[in-house]
Structures are given as C-alpha cells and as structure tokens.
C-alpha cells in the first residue's frame, strides 16, 4: 500500500515528526523546558570561581594567594594587591530530592496542584536549567546515573511521572547518600518533618562538604487555615482523623506552630550555611525556581 506521506515535501515530512515526537513527550517535561526557557532569559548565568581560563574578577590579595595570580597592572592602579578570579569551567554535582511521602500528594482545591505536582515541576525546570549550563545532575532515588547530557530530561520526566502517585517516602532525604565534596544538594519538599530529624539530614550533607538549599513547598490551605466551623481533617500518613469543632478556635495556634516550624527551618539552613526558598503552590513556580537559581549561583 502506497505511503501518501511520503510524497509531502521533506520540510513537511519533518515537521509532522517533530509534532510527532512533542505529543509523545510527557506533559510535565514540556511545562519544565518552557519555565525553564522562562527564568533562564532573566537569569544570569552562573559563575564560579575555579580554574578555568576564563576571567571574572579582581579581587583584594589575601595570605596563601599565589604570588603568580597577583595582576600587576590591576594592583598598580591601587594602593592594594589584587589577584585575577577565573571561571569555574568543570561541571559540578547538583543532587537533587524530591520528598514522596504521601502527604506531598494533597491539595485545598481542584484548580490547584498538588505539592507533588508543583514539586516534580520546580525539580525538572532546574534540571532543566542546570543541563542548560554544563553541570552533572543526579535526581535521587532515580536509575539515571548523573550527567550534564540534557537527554536526560525525558528519562527524568518518566521517571517522576511514573512515581507521581508513589506513598514509599518517609519525608527526608536517605540516610546513606555520598556525595562529592563541593557538590551541591537541593531538598524540596514541605518539609514538616520533626526538626530534629531535618536538621540531623542536613547536618549529614553539610558534613560531607556540601552546600544545600531547602524549598518548602506548601498548599495555600495549609499557611492560612481557611477553614470554619465544625472540619474533620484526614491524615495523609496513617494520623486517623482528627474532629475539630470549630476550625476559628485553633487557627491561631496552628499559624503559630507553622511560624515556628519555618523559623526552625532557617536556623537549620542558616547554620549549614544553606539556603531556604519558601513557595506556595498558588503561586507561579517561575518564582521560586529563579530565586533557587540565584541560591545556587552563590549571587544570592
């Protein structure tokens, strides 16, 4: 049987398996690319000091500087002794977590995404964002093995997709990682796990010489407590259900047990040396994930 395709013109022929090929692609993963596409045309790109032979800046000569990195015609410009900074050309780690404990898959209404929705998107942009720029990603839990190859993406993609309605997660990153020393390490979830347990998972990382960046994701139903009246609240995690007779009566004392926990949180990012990145999920994900790219660019 004869083809009709094949007597298209091959511009068209092209086109029709490009479309082809973005209809295959998972949903989630063109949302990504095109936050990323976003963010990245108002970002800027990320440098690092390294060894590299690309320039970046002076900066005042300190003890332990090589005498051979000293830039004469700069420091004769001064009363001071500067040094030349280059770029960072080697790709670095950026190990990424994901929470999947079920409590991640709960929204407050239809017209919004659940945290692990919102959660998948952030971790994919950035990924995104990262193959962009050169640097080894490694998404934890996942078969891909780490890679600055932006094929990887789709095989990223796959595999959040298929543990979208995953209940296996206890809320912290595994115990067991290794990382590379200077590596970087992303932890996105909504982090309201017991502080003690969060702080000893950072304290683990930070040990191996790595820095980190918390995001908490959260519902907006869950900063604000919009309810009233007599609510019966289901645990996600096995908690039962708990009758609250009149939602008004706690509110304040729920907002302030959420105060605490997010004050938690920043002493524990604050003593690691780490970064915190607030996001509520009615709130356009292109925020978060620049203002998490500045994090991980050292400008923040």
Known sequence: MDNPGRHLPAAIRAQHRAEDLARRLPPLLVEAERIAATVAQGAHGRRRVGTGETFWQFRRYQPGDAHNRIDWRQTGKSAHVFVRENEWEAAQTVWIWRDDSPSMNWRSGRGLSSKRERADLVVLALAALLLRGGERVHLAGSDVPPS??????????????ARADGH???GLPPAAVRLPRHAQAVLVGDLLSPLDDIQAAVARLAAMGVRGHLVQVLDPGEETLPYAGRIRFKGLEGEGAL???????????????????RDGLAAIARAAGWTLTLHRTDKPPQAVLLSLWTALAGEG
Do not use: C
């Open 148 to 161: 600055a190859a932006r094929s990887i993406l789709p095989r990223l993609a796959d595999w959040l997709t």
């Open 168 to 170: 296996d997660g206890s």
């Open 243 to 261: 009758l609250v007779p009149r939602v008004d009566g706690v509110r304040d004392a729920y907002l302030d047990r959420l105060a605490a926990q």
